[in-house]
């Protein structure tokens, strides 16, 4: 049996967001806090680019928060996707603050 981790979770979430499944990479993020496993920036960094290729902004820019409120690094990665979603959801307002 495979052991769910950081590690396999965080491939299931960069799995659904090359496939453009935001919901299913959501879910995985709410498993995991629901299992304790401990969610890192890069698990969000995939889930937020799932929520940007799904075109669901809002989504996006609540994990960019979460993100913030659980004092893990905002990189490079999680802002540009958050920019991104709030452009292709012609949310450009939103990009700005």
């Known amino acids: 049996r495979l052991e769910?981790?950081?590690?396999?979770?965080?491939?299931a979430v960069?799995?659904?967001e090359k496939s453009g499944e935001w919901a299913q990479a959501l879910?995985?993020?709410?498993?995991?806090a629901a299992s304790q496993v401990a969610l890192d920036t890069s698990c969000y960094n995939a889930a937020i680019?799932?929520?940007e290729?799904?075109?669901?902004?809002?989504?996006?820019?609540g994990l960019f928060a979460e993100i913030a409120a659980s004092h893990l690094e905002l990189?490079?990665?999680?802002?540009?996707?958050?920019?991104s979603s709030c452009e292709k959801g012609g949310e450009w307002v939103q990009a700005l603050g």
Not at 27 to 32: K, R
Not at 53 to 61: E, P, R, T
């Open 49 to 51: 680019s799932a929520c």
């Open 27 to 32: 879910g995985l993020l709410g498993e995991m």
């Open 4 to 11: 769910l981790n950081t590690i396999t979770y965080s491939a």
């Open 75 to 83: 990189d490079t990665i999680a802002y540009s996707a958050a920019v």
């Open 14 to 16: 960069s799995a659904c």
């Open 53 to 61: 290729k799904g075109g669901v902004w809002a989504q996006a820019l």
